[in-house]
Structures are given as C-alpha cells and as structure tokens.
C-alpha cells in the first residue's frame, strides 16, 4: 500500500507541470491535472443495488421480481448468470459494513427491494421481514457513522405487476405510492437522501425498446415513451408524499437519478452538430430531466421530433402528453439531481444508413448518429469508454439546462472481466474523472455536492452477469462464503476521500 501511495504521489508530481486552462467552454476541457480539494461538506460515497447483491432472491417473504425471473429463464443473461446468491449481502450485509468503514466513506447508496418489503402490490401487504432487513441494515450503516443513500426502484419490479399491465397500467402510481409510504415512515427518520428510480432510461428503454434488460420486450416506437410517462408520474407522487407528509419531521431529499453520456457535437465548429448534441442530451436526460426540473412538461425539441416520426394523419405523436394539472404536479419534484455518468458519445445529424441500422422508434426519432472516438481507451463494458472530460461537460450541461441544481453523482466507475486486484486501469479512470469533477467545482462553479463509485464491490452486472466487474473490492463468486477483498484502487479511493481529492503536493507538508 504505500508503495502505491508513493506511485500514486509520483505521477501527481509528473502531472503537475500540465495545467488546465480556466474555462468553461466544453471544447476547451482538456485532461490536464488539476490539483484542488473540496469541501468538507462534499459527501464520497460508494454504491450497490439489491439485485446485484443481495442474493436470497426467494427468501423470508420476498416475491419474484422481473430479474428473477429473467435470469431463471435462461439465454438472456452471459453464461445464464443469476443474482439469486450475488454477493448474498442478504447474509453478509455486515461484511459490507466492514468494508464501507474501511473505505471511510460518507455515504453508502443502495436500494430496496419492493418484493421483500411489498411482495404483492395488488394487496398491499407489508412484509414484516423486508422491512427488518433494511431496518437492521440502514441502523447499522448510522451506527457506522455513514449516511444511507437509499433508491426505492432499481430495476427489481416484481413480477405481478409486470403480469398485470407493467408501467402502462395506471393503478401502478398508487402501488408505488403506497410503497414509497411503507419506506418512507419506516426507514425516514434514518435516512437523509432518497431516490425514487434508478436511470429510467434504462429501465424504458432497454427493458422495453431493445429488451436486452429485463422483462426482455422489444417494443421501440411505443412502450419506453408509454412507460416513462407512468414512471415520471410515480415519481412526482412520491416526492410530494415526502413534501406533505414526511418532509417536516425527516427533513431529508428526494429526488431520481438519472444515466447519461455526455453528449458533444462530432465538429464544434459545425452548427448542425452543435444542435445534434443538444437533440441527443434532451433526448436522453432531458427526457426525465425536463419536466422535473424544468417545467413540467418534455423538451420540446424531443416533442416535435417524435411527432414528426410518428408519421400520423390526424398528427398525433407517439410521445403522450402531460394534461396542464400534471405537468404542474410534476414540475419542481426534486431537492437534488442523482447523476450516473460513464461515457460520452460523439453527435452529428442522422444519415440515411444511420436511421436504417437503428430499431424504429425511440433512437430514430431523435435523428442523431451517436459515435465514439476511436482513439479513446476501452473498458471491458462495450458502451465505456474513458473520456474524462465528459464529466466535466455533462455537470456544466446540468448547472446551465437545470438552473445549477445541486448535483449528488450516484455513479461512476469502470469494468474488467477478470476482477484483478491490480487494477491500475480503474485508478486512471477513478482520478481522471473525479479530478474533471473537481474542475467542474473549483474552476465552473458547478454545484456538485456528492459523488458516488459504482461500486464498493465485484456483483451481477444485470445481462453481463459476473463477466464484467466493477468493484473497489473483489468477490470470488466461487467461494460460499463471498469474502471481499480490497483491490489497489479501494486504496486509492480511501486516500482521495481522506485528502478530500487531490491536494497540491507542492503545498502539502
Ligand atoms: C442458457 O439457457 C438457455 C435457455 O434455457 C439455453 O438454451 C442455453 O444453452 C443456456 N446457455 C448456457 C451457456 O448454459
Ligand atoms: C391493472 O392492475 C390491476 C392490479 O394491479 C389489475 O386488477 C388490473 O386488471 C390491471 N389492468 C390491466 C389492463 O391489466
Ligand atoms: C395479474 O397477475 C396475476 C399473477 O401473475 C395473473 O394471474 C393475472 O391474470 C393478472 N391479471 C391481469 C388482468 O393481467
Ligand atoms: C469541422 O468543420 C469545419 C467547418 O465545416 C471544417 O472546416 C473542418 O474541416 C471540420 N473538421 C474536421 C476535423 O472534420
Ligand atoms: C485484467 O484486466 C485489466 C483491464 O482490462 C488489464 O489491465 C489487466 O492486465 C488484466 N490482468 C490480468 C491478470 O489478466
């Protein structure tokens, strides 16, 4: 270990003859080393979510959800992997706890289950044992001095009410509003960051555009707009029913995270690039982003480009509408913005062979030809690609499109398939991204409060199952007992957090 702090030293010593230029023009971002540290109120945290490392999938009450039964059928998850043992942090939830203390971090994010704790909607009956579970578990983390980060929905939706219409079934809103009431009064008093879903996109889109994610349906035109529009609604419900009715006593912060590239025109110094990077970023968090943060309703470049793919007579657009007593319901339901960032995607308009290689419907619609620079370094996840300066680019795209609300980002991190302690790689691309972060604070003054790794340890990477790994720590899914073993970077990590990022070595005693 400290010959890696000695490394780690020695090429902050090396960098710093590079200096970043004091701008916030994107296309002046470069990936010099810059050398600043945050303040103390800056929250780091590390994250996980239940499926991919509870295990227990039908224990003490819990129903099957979509990602079981995905996973039990067969041919749609790499090696047909499963979550039903993960990191089985259903047992060894304590390991975990272990583990977050030795990393000191602030915050830990992680998500409930909706079938352990209300493994039938349709009744609405509370299981006794799902809430025990997260009780003992979000204790322990307060106990450990850690804040909880808690996501009520990410991904697990269980499996009747997939059965039962899924998101395009109304009734849905007031089940998940009930559910956010059950968390809400019983783990609120604990818990000081909420989020209502984890990357709806993803949920849409590859669960019902593409359906490489569960529940594997491929309906691109319709259902991810259908579905989403549900989605934003139960999301706006349940951050009022905190507002009215928990928000005085708890005094804690609601709000969705949301997945997205940073999104730069292929030539900045053609227009109709430009405008393909916007159309792309509000295709993609604008989507969620617009009518939460801005007014209620989708952007409006998203709605006249669906409406003119629809290709209707009577012109109706496959995009739905909010009603105007909605879009005032939805608009303003946020206390932050949850941001889960990997990758950037080079944009310019949509040629003819481009649309023809797209599934029709919802990435068509937006016209835009979405490419990566084949010079930049690859992680073992095909859409990763190391661009540093993205962060920096989407956390200013935030502070300009969404009036510089505070932002906690709730994931970021990288892949190998081979889960090796020696994970330099992750170091490069752990630092290079958070010191653009940095930038972003320091130089931009964009308002970043949080930031989060994706994630403390080795778990089931959803249809890549254990092939791609991500973890500050590794888990050998061979081993029964699942021990967690630091890697290089969960050491690298632990320092950041303790100098609160990269102080200057020139002045630091
Ligand atoms: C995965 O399951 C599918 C469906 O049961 C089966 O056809 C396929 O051979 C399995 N693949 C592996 C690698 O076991
Ligand atoms: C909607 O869900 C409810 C229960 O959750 C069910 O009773 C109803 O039949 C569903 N409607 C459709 C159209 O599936
Ligand atoms: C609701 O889901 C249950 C259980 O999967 C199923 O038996 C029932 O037929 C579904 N109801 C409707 C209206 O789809
Ligand atoms: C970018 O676009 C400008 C204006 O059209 C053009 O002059 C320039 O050659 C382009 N650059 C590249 C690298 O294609
Ligand atoms: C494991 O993967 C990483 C990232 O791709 C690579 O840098 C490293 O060399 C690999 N290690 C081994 C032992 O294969």
Not at 172 to 191: E, T
Not at 382 to 397: A, D, E, K, Q, T
Not at 479 to 508: C, E, H, L, T, W
Request: charged content about 20%; proline content about 5%.
């Amino acid at each position: 270990m400290l010959q890696l702090k000695m490394l780690v030293l020695f090429f902050m010593v090396v960098s710093s003859v590079f200096r970043c230029s004091a701008t916030a023009d994107q296309r002046d971002f470069t990936d010099a080393f810059y050398y600043g540290v945050l303040p103390d109120s800056f929250t780091w945290g590390v994250s996980t979510a239940a499926y991919q490392i509870e295990g227990a999938w039908n224990e003490d009450g819990k129903s099957e959800h979509i990602w079981d039964r995905f996973c039990h059928e067969g041919g749609h998850v790499d090696r047909n992997h499963t979550g039903d043992v993960a990191c089985d942090s259903y047992h060894k939830w304590r390991d975990d706890i272990t583990i977050l203390k030795e990393l000191g971090v602030k915050h830990y994010r992680f998500s409930l289950s909706w079938s352990r704790i209300v493994p039938d909607p349709t009744t609405g009956v509370v299981n006794q044992a799902g809430v025990d579970f997260y009780l003992n578990l979000i204790t322990a983390v307060k106990q450990a001095g850690i804040e909880p980060l808690v996501t009520l929905f990410h991904w697990d939706l269980p499996q009747i009410l997939e059965d039962n219409g899924s998101w395009g079934n109304e009734t849905i809103i007031q089940q998940y509003k009930h559910y956010a009431d059950v968390a809400f009064s019983h783990f609120g008093h604990l818990v000081k960051y909420w989020l209502t879903f984890n990357e709806p996109w993803v949920v849409t889109w590859q669960g019902y555009g593409i359906g490489d994610y569960a529940p594997g349906i491929k309906q691109p035109a319709t259902l991810p707009y259908l579905y989403a529009h549900n989605i934003i609604k139960c999301h706006a419900q349940a951050w009022h029913l905190y507002d009215t009715t928990y928000r005085a006593r708890f005094n804690g912060m609601v709000s969705i995270t949301l997945n997205t590239d940073f999104f730069a025109p292929k030539n900045s110094s053609k227009p109709e690039d430009v405008e393909a990077a916007e159309r792309a970023a509000q295709f993609s968090v604008g989507w969620f982003a617009h009518p939460i943060y801005v007014d209620g309703d989708y952007p409006q470049v998203m709605k006249d480009y669906v409406q003119r793919n629809s290709n209707t007579i009577d012109g109706s657009s496959r995009l739905p509408k909010f009603t105007v007593s909605e879009k005032l319901f939805i608009k303003g339901t946020f206390d932050y913005f949850g941001l889960n960032h990997y990758s950037t995607s080079l944009c310019e308009p949509a040629d003819a062979a481009y649309q023809a290689s797209v599934p029709k419907g919802y990435l068509g619609d937006m016209e835009v030809k979405l490419t990566r620079d084949p010079k930049w370094r690859k992680a073992a996840s095909s859409y990763l690609y190391y661009v540093p300066w993205g962060m920096r680019g989407i956390l200013n795209f935030i502070r300009t499109h969404y009036n510089n609300t505070p932002v906690i980002v709730t994931e970021n991190g990288v892949t190998d398939h081979n889960g090796t302690l020696h994970d330099s790689f992750r170091i490069d691309y752990l630092r290079s991204y958070m010191n653009e972060l940095i930038k972003a604070v320091l130089i931009d003054k964009c308002n970043v409060i949080g930031y989060t790794v994706w994630s403390i340890m080795d778990n089931f990477e959803w249809a890549r199952g254990y092939t791609e790994k991500f973890g500050l720590y590794y888990v050998d899914f061979d081993n029964p007992q699942r021990p967690r073993v630091a890697k290089q970077s969960a050491m690298f990590y632990k320092g950041v957090i303790a100098d609160r990022g990269f102080p200057d070595p020139g002045i630091i005693g």
